[in-house]
């Protein structure tokens, strides 16, 4: 997504959490479903990291870690996903569920048809969802009568199908009252870059600095997504960015 003319900044809260759990004081399994990308392969760094078991699922996940489990899985295939979710017919392998997956080229049905089908499979059992989707369905900063999708300033129309699909993630979720879920927005800008641990936190419109770019590492974003696992927060739909920016020395 593009960002351009600088824009009021959301209500956000800064935010630097306390140090995480470790195998001693709560270590978790999560299921991160989409573990070998951008954000799924950072999202398991980030677990590992902080002392967590992971589930590493994809079509053809692989580990060194005895703490990550990889497990092959189309996630187009809903047995397969409950197989692959579920420790025993009773109860769910995983603690949380991250869900970080993408096709290229975009597939709306395919992505709201697992997203569906892991709510289905977890929510019963009262395990949460996390979701990692798009900042399209977000309030545009400029007109929060727009969203981010429809607002050409961030989603050109080469890419309105990425962010549609998002959307349709998003509704996929809210549709669904059978567990806890929540559905974090990343700003407009995504890339892999620094852990800094720090990152503002805002709910249904588009952060941005104060030059107007909306933007986080995909390791601080990790950072969030595992924040929200160990301590979910009250709001369903959430976004982050960058920041605080530390101030210069001298
Ligand atoms: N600014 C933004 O709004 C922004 C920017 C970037 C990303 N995102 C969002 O972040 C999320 C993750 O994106 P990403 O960039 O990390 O994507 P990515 O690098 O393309 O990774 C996609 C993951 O999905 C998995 N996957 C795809 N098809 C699968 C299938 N049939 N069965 C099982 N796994 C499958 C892939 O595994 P295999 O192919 O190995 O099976 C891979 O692990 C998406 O929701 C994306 O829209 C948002």
Redesign the pocket.
Known sequence: ?TTSHPTPHAATTDITRAPAPTEQDGAMTIAV????????SRVVAEARARGHRVLA????PTSDDPCVTAVA????DPRALRAALTGSAARLAADAVVV?????PVDQE?LVGATRAVLAIAGPLGVPVLV????GALRSPANPQLLVADDPAYVPPAIRA?AAA?IAQLHACRADARGPWAYL??????NPGKRTGRYRRGTDTLLTDADGASWISVEDLSVAVLDEVENPGPERLFTVAAGPVEPSAG
């Open positions: 997504m479903l989409g573990a070998t990308g951008m954000v799924g699922l994809a079509r053809k899985v189309d996630a187009g970080a997956l993408r096709t290229e395919f990692v989707g798009g900042a990425v998002g927005c990343p700003p407009a800008q995504l």
